[in-house]
């Protein structure tokens, strides 16, 4: 498995989103794409198709999310603080080493999620021109973005690579803080790392994604997103359509897909202006 799907995997097991790929690309509210090679390729957003969608805050989104591969990445520095955490002054350094190859270390601070407000609108859309084939296979619309003041992201190559890191800003960083230092986090020697984002400032790099699926035949009971309420009256039969959230691995577009299986969003799918009438 090529070393970027191993980080998405990663950190979609570990924090529940999806992450961007490179980690520094941009991803939209309300993008329309397909997940190829395990990266969000935008085809086309709702404002082109000609929906309207309300942005709004997400309440209580978390402003940190962290992760490290568990047992291949050690964190350390010259002076040690109360409890064992590596302390690191304005000027100091920071120590990263990673003990297996594709381990991620990844750290976003300040940040905020926005999301779509209207999402059963949406969501009943999409089923519509899915039931009239007018909505291209495997597409999925972005409804969840993650914003980060501050990111942080390093992906070795081998068991034996490591990274010196100095920040020259924030002077009361210990530990992991260090590693998102406001923006002044240098490289200052190290080896075989072969993914470097240095506490680099305003990044999406997670988000969710929702698409049409099918409920297999036999498969347990599903309900449609956007019908609330318990009973055997709501819920889909086998083989029908539901919008569920995605990822690029259950809703990946690869080569043994046919290329009349992704129609064109602004010709044959019709878009979201086209009539169910």
Known sequence: MHKHKKYVRELRKALGFQATWFPDGEVRLGDIGVFRDGQFERKASLEEWGVGWQPRVRPGASPLYEHRSEGAVDVSSAATAAGGAPAVTAGGGIDV?????????????????????????????????????????RHAVVTEVVHAGWTTVLISDSRTDSARLRTTADATALGWDALTARGRLEWTGGSGVSTRILSQGELTPLYRARGVLRRPFGGPSVRFMDEPGPGPAQAPQPGDAYVGEVDSEMFALDDEHDAADELDVHGDAGGFGASHA
């Open 97 to 137: 080493r990673f003990t297996r190859a594709d381990a991620v270390l990844f750290r976003a601070v300040d940040c905020w999620s926005e999301e779509i407000e209207n999402i059963g609108e949406i969501e009943t859309e999409m089923k519509a021109l899915h039931r009239e084939k007018k909505w291209p296979a």
